[in-house]
Structures are given as C-alpha cells and as structure tokens.
C-alpha cells in the first residue's frame, strides 16, 4: 500500500517590507483597434456599411432588372431627387407628427394604466387581462373600423398608434414595478414617501430599465403600424406620409424611389433605437449600473 | 390581551429612564401562499436610550420580522408596540431601517444622493445645502470621503453597508434598526465594519436595535442581548453583554457567555432532534 503524503514541513517567513512592483504594468492601456471595437455605434455601423456593400455589389454583379431591385446608388440618387423633387421631406414630417401625437397620448395612457395596476390587485388584474386579450391583436386590424369611427385622417391613425403603443407600455412598466426588490420599496416607506411620490421618486427610477424597454416596444409597433397604415390609407388622404410615399412611388413604377421610401423608414428606425434610445440609457440605467 | 410578556423590564435603577421602544406580548404573522405562519408568540422587551439591543436567534425565531413589526412596515396581532410612547402604526423616518441587502440603495442616486433623497423626503432637512452638508459630515464618518459622487454600483458590498449606515444614522432617528447588516459581507470586512459600527456609537450614542444569527456578532455588537427560540419566536433570556467587546474575543468570560446561549439555543435542537427521530 502506497504510503499517504503528508503536507511538508518548512520554514516560514515573512516580508518586513514590499518594494514597489516594477516588472509588469499594473494596468496598460487598450490599443486604438480595441478601443475602437469596443465602441457600440462603431460595431454596429459596421454591419450597416457590409449590408450595403453587398446591397450594392449583388445588384451590380447579377445584373437584378432596377425594376425588381435597384442598387444602393439608384436608391440613394432616388433619397435625393425624393427630397429635392417630390417632397419627401414633408412625408416624413406628417408621418413624425402623427406618431409623435400618438406616442405622447399613448404613454401618458399606459402610465396611467400601470398606476392604476401597481394601486390594487384588482387594478393589476384589470391590466393584465386587457393586456393578454389585446396585446395580440395587430393595430392595423382596427383600421377599418377605425376609419368608420373617426373616418380618414389623422385621427383614425393615432387611434391604431394608441393601441400599437399602450399596451407593450403599460405591460413593461408594470412588470418593472412589480420587479423592484422588496428592500427598496421598503426604504422608499420608511423614508416617508407614499403614493404618487411612491411611485415617480422611487418605482419609476427603480423599474427604468423595464421602462425603456416597453418605451422602445412601443415605439417599433407604433412606427411599423404607421406605415403600414399610411399604405393602405393611400389614395384617399391629402398629406399622405412616409408610407404613402412608397405606395405612390411604386404605382408610378418608380421602384427606386420605392425603395428610397423604404430606406427612409430604415434609417429613421435604426437613429430612433441607436442613437436616441441608446442615448438615454447611456445617460440613466448603464451609468447607474441597472443594465449594461 | 395578555400583557404578562416573557423577558420583564429591568428592575431598578434603569426604570428611572424611560424606554425609547416598549414592545408587549406582541405576536406577528404573517402569510405565505398556503400557510399562516406565526413568526413571534408574545414577545415583550425594552429598549432603553444609548442601548445596543440585539435580537438573536436561529432562523425562523421571527427576529427580522420583529424588526418589520418594529419599523410599521407589519401590524401585530396581539399587544402593542410604542416608540416614546407613542403606538407604532405605519413606518416613519423617526426608525430607521439598514437592511442586509445590498440593493437598498438607490442605484439612480449617488453616495451623497442617497443620503440627501431621505434627509429631505424624510422631512429632516428641507434645504438642499443644508441636507447636502449633514450628508458630507456623516459621509466623512462612515470613511467614504471622496466617494460621495460615486454612484452605488461601483462600490464594494462593505462600502455599500456603510452607506446605509451613514444614510440612516443621518436621519437621526429614534432608534436605527439594523437586519443582519454584515451577514452578506465576508468575514474581514464584517469584522472591521463591526468595530467600526461600535466607533460610531461611542461617538454619538444612539440607540440601535440589531438583528444578527451569530452569537459572536450579538456578544460583540450588543449591549443587551434577547434570546429567542424559533418556531414561533418566544423570548428565551435576556442577558447583559456590555463587558464584552473585540479586545476580550475569546477570553474565558466571552467563550463562557457564548457556550451559555448556544446551550440555550441548542437544547432546543435536540428536543426536536428526538422529535424528529421518533415521529
């Protein structure tokens, strides 16, 4: 039988002092490549940059008919003779206004909603029934009866923006509210504060991450339904927006500028998430720690 | 309505000073999904001025939900619990509670923020400035000078808990209450944090109600220890530990107390040990 180790025996000592560690830095800074690829925007406009390339490099190489897919330089030439002709610009300011309008009405529902929620159980369940029943419904479906009930025009439209928007708002703010650890309620009452101060100084900043969230939610159903709307209003109203934009440019078979419409949509959708979004969670959440 | 509470007041001289906290024949419940659980059967003790009162006892002897009962956050079911003689009905910024949690600081505020949020919401101090210059005075108490624009996630779990402290003792209240503080840090930093809670004390004498599961803790921290029995919490002993501090760790007399409680607390264990065995 093998005979078992026994820990070694031997002297013991100790420094009386330590000298300064010269060997290795104690912390090197990143080279520029790294510190670069680092940088969020950076990243991501590099994906942006490689779509285009190879937008730009497929349409070319296999000769795609313009009037099925146009390249990315047709498109862009099509983006400025949009605005310098056609009055693209315009489109898009009815578009933003219509779901700026919609946006504001529609969060201060939602908020109204989950204040509503986070006072009782009843409230809660109240919020949550509503949402499951109609969070799935597609805004775009109540488009027909919408234009019955307001008839066409910009009212119809905030009416399906509402529904695109409250309900993934108030459903995130609610869960963030719900998520809010037991220790920080309870410093908020021991500190004095209760009802609707409960809630804006100590719920609202504790579930902002979750808030955003539904912000951003919102903001994407109510964008897509815009459009979406906007082409099938079409014909009948006068300021038209973004999507109507589309539709005119491919019944006049201008496919470029088809697509210039649809890129607009793209790159506003892409500034709204990467730059004000990101912008304001910069600012709240990432510098307070709540979210990477 | 019982008042003949387990662990009497003290007689004597300390009867002269009034008790900043009387708590009688207070029994707590609480519910969970599917049981009423009762935490504490008809505790009673005082808290005199200046004291270190400890509660101690294993898990499930309804000393942190005593502490909630203490801070209004729960109501009793039975007895009645007074601050200054005033019944305790709804939580209020005259207790103050530091929890063991690390999350009890507003991550959206930093260092002097959080301590300024409850000065001014706790209606102590309504001037910005004047909050802002009690927060750095008990910033610099707690050693965190030069941290009070950091924001709470980048500091360390013991520099969190001194945070706490600070925003809480800065609140002056009556009583501080404090739910096993330093259970979540490691053992170095509790001990420094220890003794640096015990620095403070002597400084300004308040009075803090402390929750710990660590006999050592209570011997250490407290003044006055309350020995309770889980499953629901009943008062055990009352017992005196103000000779006992970090310099006599591991004497005779502080082992000897120590072994003393345990025995108390462990009888308890092999009772339902056997209980256990036979059923």
């Given at each position: 039988m093998a005979e078992r180790p026994a820990p070694l025996d031997r002297p013991e000592f100790e420094h009386p002092s330590l000298g300064k560690a010269?060997?290795?830095?104690v912390a090197r800074p990143l080279s520029v490549a790294e510190q670069l690829a680092n940088i969020d925007p950076v990243r991501k406009f590099t994906v942006l940059l490689g779509a285009i390339v190879i937008w730009e490099l497929y349409t070319r190489l296999a000769e795609v008919p313009p009037l099925i897919f146009p390249t990315f330089g047709d498109t862009v030439v099509a983006l400025w003779k949009g605005f310098t002709q056609y009055g693209l610009a315009a489109q898009i300011w009815t578009s933003m206004s219509i779901l700026l309008a919609g946006y504001a009405i529609g969060i201060a529902i939602g908020a109204a909603l989950s204040f509503i929620a986070v006072s009782s159980r009843f409230g809660s369940d109240v919020l949550g029934t509503l949402t499951s029943m109609l969070?799935?419904?597609?805004?775009?479906?109540?488009l027909p009866l919408a234009m019955i009930w307001f008839g066409l025009g910009a009212k119809s439209l905030i009416f399906v923006l509402l529904h695109s928007i409250v309900w993934p708002v108030a459903l995130n703010t609610h869960t963030g509210f719900m998520s809010v650890p037991e220790p920080l309620r309870m410093v908020g009452r021991n500190y004095g504060l209760r009802n609707i101060r409960y809630v804006a100084k100590l719920l609202v900043p504790a579930a902002l991450p979750s808030i955003l969230a539904g912000l951003k939610l919102g903001w994407a159903f109510a964008w897509r339904t815009l459009i979406a709307a906007e082409l099938v209003f079409g014909?009948?109203?006068?300021?038209?927006?973004l999507g109507w934009f589309i539709f005119a440019s491919r019944n006049e078979m201008d496919i470029p500028g088809a697509f210039a419409g649809l890129l607009t949509v793209i790159l506003i959708g892409f500034l709204v998430e990467n730059v004000i979004f990101r912008n304001i969670e910069q600012r709240t959440v990432v510098r307070w720690g709540m979210q990477s | 309505m019982s008042q003949s509470a387990a662990g009497a007041a003290p007689a004597g001289?300390?009867?002269a000073v009034a008790p900043i906290l009387e708590v009688q024949g207070v029994t707590l419940q609480y519910k969970t999904k599917e049981h009423l659980i009762t935490?504490?059967?008809?505790v009673g003790f005082s808290v005199y001025p200046a004291d270190r009162f400890v509660l101690l006892?294993?898990?499930?002897?309804g000393k942190s939900t005593l502490l909630k009962g203490v801070a209004g956050f729960m109501k009793p079911v039975e007895g009645e619990m007074r601050l200054k003689g005033r019944r305790i009905v709804a939580p209020g910024p005259d207790r103050v509670m530091v929890f063991?949690?690390?999350?009890?600081?507003?991550?959206?505020?930093t260092v002097r923020q959080n301590i300024t949020f409850a000065l001014r919401n706790g209606g102590r101090c309504p001037r910005e400035s004047d909050a802002d210059e009690i927060a750095m005075s008990y910033i610099r108490k707690v050693k965190l000078t030069g941290f009070e624009?950091?924001?709470?996630?980048?500091?360390?779990g013991g520099m969190k808990q001194r945070v706490a402290i600070a925003r809480g003792m800065a609140m002056e209240p009556d009583i501080l209450l404090m739910?096993?503080?330093?259970?979540?840090?490691?053992a170095l930093t509790r001990r420094q944090m220890q003794e640096e809670l015990l620095g403070l004390w002597d400084d300004t004498r308040f009075t803090v109600l402390f929750v710990t599961h660590s006999i050592e803790e209570a011997l250490l921290v407290g003044s006055r220890i309350l020995v309770l029995s889980p499953h629901p919490g009943q008062v055990k002993a009352e017992l005196n530990?103000?000779?006992?501090s970090h310099a006599n760790l591991g004497s005779p007399e502080f082992t000897a107390l120590q072994t003393r409680i345990h025995d108390m607390l462990f009888a308890d264990r092999v009772l339902e040990d056997e209980i256990a065995r036979r059923g």
């Amino acid at each position: 039988m093998a005979e078992r180790p026994a820990p070694l025996d031997r002297p013991e000592f100790e420094h009386p002092s330590l000298g300064k560690a010269s060997t290795a830095d104690v912390a090197r800074p990143l080279s520029v490549a790294e510190q670069l690829a680092n940088i969020d925007p950076v990243r991501k406009f590099t994906v942006l940059l490689g779509a285009i390339v190879i937008w730009e490099l497929y349409t070319r190489l296999a000769e795609v008919p313009p009037l099925i897919f146009p390249t990315f330089g047709d498109t862009v030439v099509a983006l400025w003779k949009g605005f310098t002709q056609y009055g693209l610009a315009a489109q898009i300011w009815t578009s933003m206004s219509i779901l700026l309008a919609g946006y504001a009405i529609g969060i201060a529902i939602g908020a109204a909603l989950s204040f509503i929620a986070v006072s009782s159980r009843f409230g809660s369940d109240v919020l949550g029934t509503l949402t499951s029943m109609l969070n799935p419904l597609p805004a775009v479906a109540l488009l027909p009866l919408a234009m019955i009930w307001f008839g066409l025009g910009a009212k119809s439209l905030i009416f399906v923006l509402l529904h695109s928007i409250v309900w993934p708002v108030a459903l995130n703010t609610h869960t963030g509210f719900m998520s809010v650890p037991e220790p920080l309620r309870m410093v908020g009452r021991n500190y004095g504060l209760r009802n609707i101060r409960y809630v804006a100084k100590l719920l609202v900043p504790a579930a902002l991450p979750s808030i955003l969230a539904g912000l951003k939610l919102g903001w994407a159903f109510a964008w897509r339904t815009l459009i979406a709307a906007e082409l099938v209003f079409g014909a009948a109203a006068e300021g038209g927006g973004l999507g109507w934009f589309i539709f005119a440019s491919r019944n006049e078979m201008d496919i470029p500028g088809a697509f210039a419409g649809l890129l607009t949509v793209i790159l506003i959708g892409f500034l709204v998430e990467n730059v004000i979004f990101r912008n304001i969670e910069q600012r709240t959440v990432v510098r307070w720690g709540m979210q990477s | 309505m019982s008042q003949s509470a387990a662990g009497a007041a003290p007689a004597g001289a300390a009867q002269a000073v009034a008790p900043i906290l009387e708590v009688q024949g207070v029994t707590l419940q609480y519910k969970t999904k599917e049981h009423l659980i009762t935490a504490t059967y008809r505790v009673g003790f005082s808290v005199y001025p200046a004291d270190r009162f400890v509660l101690l006892g294993p898990s499930g002897c309804g000393k942190s939900t005593l502490l909630k009962g203490v801070a209004g956050f729960m109501k009793p079911v039975e007895g009645e619990m007074r601050l200054k003689g005033r019944r305790i009905v709804a939580p209020g910024p005259d207790r103050v509670m530091v929890f063991q949690e690390f999350d009890q600081l507003l991550p959206w505020k930093t260092v002097r923020q959080n301590i300024t949020f409850a000065l001014r919401n706790g209606g102590r101090c309504p001037r910005e400035s004047d909050a802002d210059e009690i927060a750095m005075s008990y910033i610099r108490k707690v050693k965190l000078t030069g941290f009070e624009n950091t924001f709470p996630h980048m500091l360390s779990g013991g520099m969190k808990q001194r945070v706490a402290i600070a925003r809480g003792m800065a609140m002056e209240p009556d009583i501080l209450l404090m739910d096993e503080p330093f259970a979540a840090l490691d053992a170095l930093t509790r001990r420094q944090m220890q003794e640096e809670l015990l620095g403070l004390w002597d400084d300004t004498r308040f009075t803090v109600l402390f929750v710990t599961h660590s006999i050592e803790e209570a011997l250490l921290v407290g003044s006055r220890i309350l020995v309770l029995s889980p499953h629901p919490g009943q008062v055990k002993a009352e017992l005196n530990a103000n000779q006992h501090s970090h310099a006599n760790l591991g004497s005779p007399e502080f082992t000897a107390l120590q072994t003393r409680i345990h025995d108390m607390l462990f009888a308890d264990r092999v009772l339902e040990d056997e209980i256990a065995r036979r059923g």
